[in-house]
T-cell receptor, first 112, second 113 residues
């Protein structure tokens, strides 16, 4: 599985968009990009995932560059409850691929 | 709507004791896995299972055993607890299909003294 690089921490003002970058320059063609977050030592929570195209759901948007070597998670209107550690994970498919390999993530602090 | 249930939520063990952390899911998910999370760090994969009767090792399997006799349950056994196993343990499950999300339990906080 490809490794990912994320900034250790970011700040965002409440109500503004939070843009969390992730670099995955060694990603291969069959690997998805997943985003999870962990709020205050709770179990991680799924946010969104994508393969090639940009994706949007009720929580966030995922922008994947054309060469797929990086992506950005966008929380359109951050609230205080979005303060969490955000993990960008690359995972392939096929075989025993329950291997979500977590890095250290980005601690997003939403400021009032 | 239980999802993934872990028991117990908290546990204190003495060095050398054994115990089993329980994990159950009611979503008929084929894939289940166990992670540990040490303070200030990300989750590390201990063991995983792709279906009943099939298990495999993750990144940090030493000192832990698993079995998968049913689809619903995936217990994690600590054979002889050590202080280095003090951690928060998370169980996760997901469907077999590609591109599916994993659901996590709320964790078991284990302290070995």
């Amino acid at each position: 599985d490809a490794k990912t690089t994320q900034p250790p921490s970011m700040d965002c003002a409440e109500g503004r968009a939070a843009n969390l970058p992730c670099n995955h320059s060694t990603i291969s063609g069959n690997e998805y990009v997943y985003w999870y977050r962990q709020i205050h030592s709770q179990g991680p929570q799924y946010i969104i995932h994508g393969l090639k195209n940009n994706e949007t759901n009720e929580m966030a948007s995922l922008i994947i560059t054309e060469d797929r070597k990086s992506s950005t998670l966008i929380l359109p209107h951050a609230t205080l409850r979005d303060t969490a550690v955000y993990y960008c994970i690359v995972r392939g498919y096929g075989g025993a691929t329950n291997k979500l390999i977590f890095g250290t993530g980005t601690l997003l602090a939403v400021q009032p | 709507n239980a999802g993934v249930t872990q028991t117990p939520k908290f546990q204190v063990l003495k060095t050398g004791q054994s115990m089993t952390l329980q994990c159950a899911q009611d979503m008929n998910h084929e894939y289940m896995s166990w992670y540990r999370q040490d303070p200030g760090m990300g989750l590390r994969l201990i063991h995983y299972s792709v279906g009943a009767g099939i298990t495999d090792q993750g990144e940090v399997p030493n000192g832990y055993n698993v079995s998968r006799s049913t689809t619903e349950d995936f217990p994690l056994r600590l054979l002889s607890a050590a202080p280095s196993q003090t951690s928060v343990y998370f169980c996760a499950s997901r469907m077999r299909s590609e591109g599916t999300e994993a659901f996590f339990g709320q964790g078991t906080r284990l302290t070995v003294v």
